[in-house]
């Protein structure tokens, strides 16, 4: 065969392809998320997740992503915790971000894993709790948390129990967690690492310290509403998010508020099926 | 040992069953405990959510007053007032006192913004207090536009603190922000009321505001609410807390002077008994804590009073059991020691009886005794010891009939003493009966056989029984008996027959028949002992009884 004669083939081949994926990306297009009506995202203030002060963090910027690649019309909102849940169990509210699951929760919500982190015990120095099983001598010891919030299984077992002896104090905000254990009216608070940065700011890293939960790394992702979206739609959500992941996004995102080793640590994890 | 052993057991019931009745009550107290808790926790999470959605509601309110003007300028009076009209704020916004707007005007814009605000009808208008600054922030407009309000207008906001904190968060964030606490002495009510302001920025029409600069740079001013904490929270939907009293302190700390609202005048007193719990709220970027604390009435109102019930029932019901266990316990004891009591009553009776018994077999055989003497001396001759006259006629009648029966001889002999009446006329009845004595031995002596019987037939005469003997035997006892007289030599001086004492016999041996009777035979004999009298005295005349006439 000719040399000429094998170009123009190769050639006739690379045009093919390339219509063909054009095409494609026409389809994916065409599958993106039913935009006929706006839809409603609520924000939470959870330290460099989100800041109302500033209406910047990492929700903020995921969400604004987002919303841009589904090309509809997207409400957001700052909500406490509780409420955001309350919310997306009625079908009132659409989304929510950096939402994690459990049993009650997979009823009403479904889940698009963008990061995953671990818990962490954040206590006073001079409650003297080095690890977590001192806390089994310590009577006086308070735990802030915030309302409707689960973590990681140890955790959640610590809150439960700590909760049945009256022993932890409800919030609806970190704000005042913060606050309360710097003025030492609770001994500790459970946090991730996107609040480690905060402690700086509130002053509390010098008088505090941080012990890890022993559990593994809990997924955190967009909140579903199951009551309003269909499972079709939820599904188009979540190639959204997941395409966010593939292609970078997330790990960017994260990479403006963390270390890249860190923000990797946090968005490169196995999604759970 | 014995005396505890009834009481071991109901004790033993006693105390199990106090046990069972603690572990019920305990169980009872833990579930009381319980639900009291959870109804607690709900009702602090339902108060909860009802203050957040009442203050989502006002700042709901309050974005739309900021959305006026994003399309009408601040200084627009009218749109304004008929904003808020339409709003139609009724008692269920009673919490807010004044919705205003506030101007942003930096110091080279002051004379013109008094300039335009009096243009546009407030002749008097000033910002207030006077004097000249980098920046003013007066309220150029509110309503309600009565009483108390008026003193409001030209109001410039950025020289108090409080609020000038407030309005930079809410300037910089672009979102809701509110004030720390207030007091809102200017009322002419008595009482100053406790509140906070609520405020959201204006920025410039058509220009971003995305970042912080960009919010500085481009704000217009301030949209705000001011509420009066006491009429927001009787505002809240819902009926009021039962049995619970409620406190809110502005920041995170409880102290009297950060007391937003309580339910109770003069704020929380704890009680030791009462279920307490703190709540922190953020309320637009603002941190409330909220105080729940339970009064006496509420145990009552949710908690069961089933735990006296149970200590009443388990406790009465652990005596009972414990009383009928120790009767049951002790009604065998009681019965078994009454058993003993009456078995040795019946010991002692039986031994009694058999003493009585034993007394009355001695009597019974005391009286045999006595009747065997009684019979003896009955059948005995007092003088001579042997058989009297009694029983002489008894024997003879009996062996009478028997040898009528067997048809053996039957002798008798029928002896008198000879001269026995001189014998006592010459020694006297002494020794006549010392005499009897002597003749009736030795007439016993000779009749020797068991059978035989030897008896006084009256004064000096005495007679001998002597069964199935015939004549001669008969003759031989009687001569025998005759001559051992005589060998006794019992001296006899009245006698006519010789010196001593002799005696006369008669001897019959007869056959019986029922034809004849005893007395025929005795007649015979007695015929025999004359005749021997007769011929001499001293001798024994003898005969086989045949019939009286043969004797003739």
Redesign the interface.
């Known amino acids: 065969m000719p040399v000429s004669m094998s170009k123009k083939i190769l050639n006739s081949c690379l045009v093919c392809l390339m219509l063909v994926l054009c095409d494609l990306n026409a389809i994916a297009v065409a599958s993106g998320p039913d935009c006929s009506r706006p839809f409603t995202l609520a924000l939470h203030e959870h330290g460099l997740l989100y800041s109302a002060d500033t209406n910047t963090g990492i929700d903020k910027d995921f969400a604004d992503e987002l919303i841009r690649r589904s090309g509809c019309k997207v409400n957001v909102n700052v909500m406490p915790r509780a409420r955001i849940w309350q919310l997306i169990e009625s079908g009132a509210l659409d989304f929510s971000l950096s939402g994690i699951a459990t049993a009650e929760r997979n009823r009403f919500a479904s889940f698009a894993w963008y990061f995953s982190n671990k818990y962490y015990l954040l206590v006073r120095k001079d409650a003297n709790v080095k690890q977590l099983s001192d806390l089994d001598h310590k009577d006086r010891f308070q735990l802030g948390v915030i309302r409707s919030f689960r973590y990681g299984e140890s955790a959640n077992r610590l809150v439960d129990k700590l909760q049945s002896a009256n022993r932890v104090s409800q919030a609806n905000g970190l704000a005042p967690l913060y606050q309360t254990l710097f003025l030492n009216h609770i001994q500790g608070m459970i946090i991730e690492p996107f609040d480690t940065p905060v402690l700086e700011e509130k002053k509390l890293h010098t008088i505090t310290n941080l012990i890890e939960f022993n559990d593994p790394s809990v997924p955190h992702g967009l909140i579903m509403s199951k009551k309003s979206l269909a499972a079709s739609e939820q599904k188009k959500w979540r190639d959204l998010v997941n395409s966010m992941r593939s292609d970078g996004t997330v790990r960017r995102i994260f990479e403006k508020y963390f270390t890249s080793d860190i923000a990797a640590a946090m968005t490169d994890f196995q999604s759970p099926q | 040992m014995t005396r505890i052993r009834p009481f071991i057991l109901p004790l033993l019931i006693l105390i199990a069953m106090l046990c069972a009745t603690w572990l019920v009550w305990n169980h009872e107290r833990q579930n009381t405990s319980n639900q009291i808790?959870s109804q607690f926790d709900f009702l602090l999470?339902e108060t909860?959510?009802r203050v957040?959605q009442r203050m989502?509601s006002y700042e709901q309110m309050l974005r739309g007053v900021q959305g006026l003007f994003t399309t009408t300028e601040v200084m627009e009076r009218n749109s304004f007032r008929d904003y808020i009209s339409s709003l139609q704020l009724d008692s269920n916004f009673s919490g807010i006192q004044a919705i205003g707007v506030i101007e942003w005007v930096p110091e080279v814009r002051k004379s013109a913004h008094v300039a335009a605000m009096q243009r546009l009808g407030a002749a008097n208008y000033a910002i207030k207090p006077g004097g000249q600054r980098e920046v003013y922030t007066p309220i150029v407009q509110f309503e309600p536009y009565i009483g108390s309000n008026f003193a409001l207008s030209g109001l410039d906001q950025w020289p108090d603190q409080v609020r000038r904190l407030a309005m930079e968060?809410a300037r910089?964030?672009?979102?809701p922000a509110i004030s720390s606490m207030l007091r809102f002495s200017a009322d002419k009510e008595a009482d100053a009321q406790t509140g906070f302001i609520m405020y959201l920025p204006i920025y410039t029409k058509g220009q971003q505001h995305?970042s912080?600069l960009t919010r500085r740079t481009y704000l217009t001013g301030w949209v705000f609410a001011i509420f009066h904490m006491h009429d927001l929270m009787a505002s809240l939907y819902g009926e009021q807390l039962p049995g619970l009293s409620l406190a809110i302190y502005d920041?995170?700390?409880p102290s009297a002077s950060a007391l937003l609202y309580s339910s109770v005048e003069g704020g929380i007193t704890n009680q030791p008994s009462a279920?307490t719990?703190?709540?922190?709220?953020?309320v637009a970027?603002r941190?409330?804590?909220l105080s729940m604390s339970t009064l006496d009435d509420f145990d009552k109102r949710f908690g069961h009073n089933s735990k006296s019930l149970i200590v009443i029932a388990g406790t009465s019901l652990s005596l009972v059991l414990a009383m009928l266990a120790w009767l049951l316990a002790s009604g065998r004891a009681r019965a078994m020691r009454l058993a003993t009591t009456m078995t040795s009553e019946l010991h002692k009776k039986i031994e009694e009886y058999e003493v009585v018994q034993a007394l009355m077999l001695k009597a019974e055989e005391a009286l045999v005794e006595s009747n065997r003497k009684l019979e003896s001396l009955s059948a005995t001759d007092g003088l001579t010891g042997i058989a009297n006259r009694r029983r002489f006629d008894e024997v003879l009648a009996k062996e009478y009939s028997r040898h009528t029966r067997s048809g053996a001889e039957l002798s008798l002999i029928l002896l008198d003493i000879d001269c026995f009446k001189a014998f006592n006329d010459c020694y006297g009845h002494i020794v006549g009966d010392e005499c009897l004595r002597q003749i009736a031995q030795v007439i016993a002596d000779c009749a020797t056989r068991t059978t035989d019987l030897a008896a006084r037939y009256g004064g000096e005469e005495f007679v001998c029984i002597l069964p199935e003997t015939d004549l001669i035997a008969a003759v031989a006892i009687a001569e025998r008996i005759r001559s051992e007289i005589i060998a006794r030599a019992i001296p006899h001086g009245g006698s006519s027959v010789a010196d001593y004492v002799t005696a006369s016999l008669g001897v019959v041996t007869a056959r019986c028949s029922a034809n004849n009777s005893s007395l025929a035979i005795l007649s015979q004999v007695d015929e025999l002992l004359y005749r021997a009298k007769s011929l001499g005295r001293n001798r024994v005349e003898y005969q086989f009884f045949e019939t009286l006439s043969s004797l003739d």
């Open positions: 808790r999470r909860v959510s957040e989502a968060k910089d964030s672009g979102k995305d912080v920041g995170v700390e279920i719990s703190n709540e922190y709220l953020v970027g941190s409330w804590m």
